[in-house]
């Protein structure tokens, strides 16, 4: 079916590409960032309307821009049809083996209004994308729209010569892989340079948190557990040798609760008895001596 949306494509392609070219920027918001087009789309990639979710998506590099937060990513669409709003989303997606992976780890809902007719009519549109954070290395960055929804809108290309190319892939609901441009059969790629996608990340300095890993999370769980068992077992060893009558039930030779079994070596609590109550100064202290009879003098 793949086959059906790119023949489609190629018949569009070539009429839209007929039409006068020269469509500025427009948004100020979007002259900045990692730029791969030259502003001026030469013809659109879009997707016949019985696609429900087609896909462009442009390689990038974390290493292009000055950090990894993102904030600004902006879209040049245009559109042939009479509606002139074009609901979408900005997706990005992770490198598995030099093409885009299966699911995106990013996807941003966005909406485009009003969308200029033709190529002349093709200008960008700013998304506001902060909070998406890339990952080092390469990545993908593109958009997908529902065509049978919103058709005839078509997703800004640059096909001037003097133009660096740049990877693309493509892929739509009823395709399980995607396709690059570059080995693409469709004649319609042949000129390609780049899709009209560009980045804008934020220039403020990360502060980059040192994380454990699972090796260190799994030594540091085991320290924190051992820690606090011998919390607990000196715990239940100061409760058995300060209290005298309380807790005394709970304690059984060696000042040791009822049922534990005294560490080698370990001293027992001082005058401690099997199951007698416990006095901490016993031993220490001399016995009292007896009281003096009651006065019984009248
Ligand atoms: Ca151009």
Avoid at 71 to 95: A, G, H, K, Q
Avoid at 188 to 198: D, G, N, S, Y
Avoid at 232 to 252: E, Q
Wanted: hydrophobic share 45%.
């Amino acid at each position: 079916m793949r086959f059906a949306g790119k023949y489609w494509l190629a018949g569009m392609a070539f009429w839209v590409g007929a039409i006068t070219a020269g469509a500025q920027p427009g948004d100020p918001a979007c002259t900045g960032g990692v730029v791969k087009d030259d502003g001026s789309p030469e013809t659109g990639w879009g997707w016949i309307p019985s696609v429900i979710e087609g896909q462009y998506v442009q390689q990038f590099h974390s290493g292009e821009l000055p950090t990894r937060n993102l904030e600004t990513v902006c879209i040049c669409w245009l559109r042939t049809s009479t509606d002139w709003e074009l609901d979408f989303e900005v997706v990005f997606y992770r490198d598995v083996a030099g093409e885009p992976a299966s699911t995106p780890f990013a996807a941003i809902p966005a909406t485009a209004t009003p969308v200029g007719e033709g190529v002349a009519g093709g200008r960008f549109f700013a998304v506001d994308v902060s909070g998406v954070r890339i990952p080092f290395g390469t990545f993908y960055l593109g958009a997908r729209w529902n065509a049978s929804a919103d058709p005839f809108f078509f997703l800004c290309a640059d096909t001037s010569p003097a133009t660096a190319p740049v990877n693309v892939f493509y892929i739509d609901d009823r395709a399980d892989e995607w396709t690059s441009v570059f080995d693409s059969a469709d004649p319609i790629f042949i000129p390609h340079r780049a899709i009209m996608v560009r980045a804008v990340a934020s220039e403020r300095a990360e502060i980059e948190i040192p994380t454990l890993g699972h090796t260190g999370l799994w030594i540091l769980g085991a320290l924190l557990g051992a820690a606090a068992l011998g919390l607990l077992a000196a715990r239940r060893l100061s409760l058995c040798c300060t209290t005298t009558r309380s807790v005394s039930a709970r304690c059984g030779a060696g000042g040791l609760p009822n049922g534990s079994r005294p560490r080698s070596g370990g001293a027992p609590c001082p005058g401690a008895v099997a199951g007698q109550p416990v006095d901490l100064n016993a031993g220490s202290r001399a016995p009292e001596a007896a009281l003096p009879a009651p006065d019984r003098a009248l």
